[in-house]
């Protein structure tokens, strides 16, 4: 507002006042500028999916934000993974007993969410793209669970 515009052709000056003007090709707004912005686990869904956008369409990477938002959808579905990963396993009585058999569930429990970490940071990291940072540890266990759950005796 009130400014003036200045510019050059050649040799030759251009000026011009003005009282308001709105730059074309901006896409920054002044909530971009602002410092107090939520922390992603602070907001919803579709707050964080703006953001997203916003940060691309501003020229900057969102890999950690992005990698966040599809964690939000596939983090539930560990909890079905882990069920449909255990079932082969406890309807399968050795010799061994229960607790060899509880211990072998925690340990495969850790894996899992070890190989969820392994994901987001490779998705963090660009190594692999936000959306399979996510989803391939389900994807994977998931597979691995029909598996066994298909080859379990009847």
């Known amino acids: 507002m009130n400014?003036?515009?200045?510019g050059f052709e050649g040799a030759k000056e251009i000026y011009s006042p003005f009282r308001l003007r709105v730059a074309q090709g901006v896409t920054l707004r002044p909530e971009d500028f602002a410092r107090d912005v939520l922390p992603e686990e602070q907001?919803?869904?579709k707050e964080l999916a703006a953001f997203i956008h916003r940060q691309e369409r501003n020229g900057r990477q969102a890999l950690r934000e992005s990698v966040a938002l599809h964690m939000r959808l596939a983090f539930p579905f560990a909890n079905f993974v882990i069920a449909l990963f255990g079932l082969p396993m406890a309807?399968?009585?050795r010799r061994t007993?229960?607790?060899?058999?509880?211990?072998?569930?925690?340990?495969i429990c850790f894996v899992f969410?070890?190989?969820?970490?392994?994901?987001?940071?490779?998705?963090w990291n660009?190594?692999?793209a936000p959306?399979?940072?996510?989803?391939?540890p389900n994807l994977i266990f998931g597979l691995i669970g029909i598996i066994l759950l298909i080859k379990t005796r009847k």
């Open 126 to 128: 660009d190594i692999v």
């Open 131 to 136: 959306y399979w940072g996510a989803w391939a």
């Open 97 to 107: 007993g229960r607790p060899v058999q509880i211990g072998l569930c925690l340990l």
């Open 91 to 93: 309807s399968r009585m």
């Open 113 to 123: 969410y070890g190989s969820i970490q392994f994901g987001r940071a490779m998705g």
């Open 43 to 45: 907001m919803t869904y």
């Open 3 to 6: 400014g003036d515009w200045r």
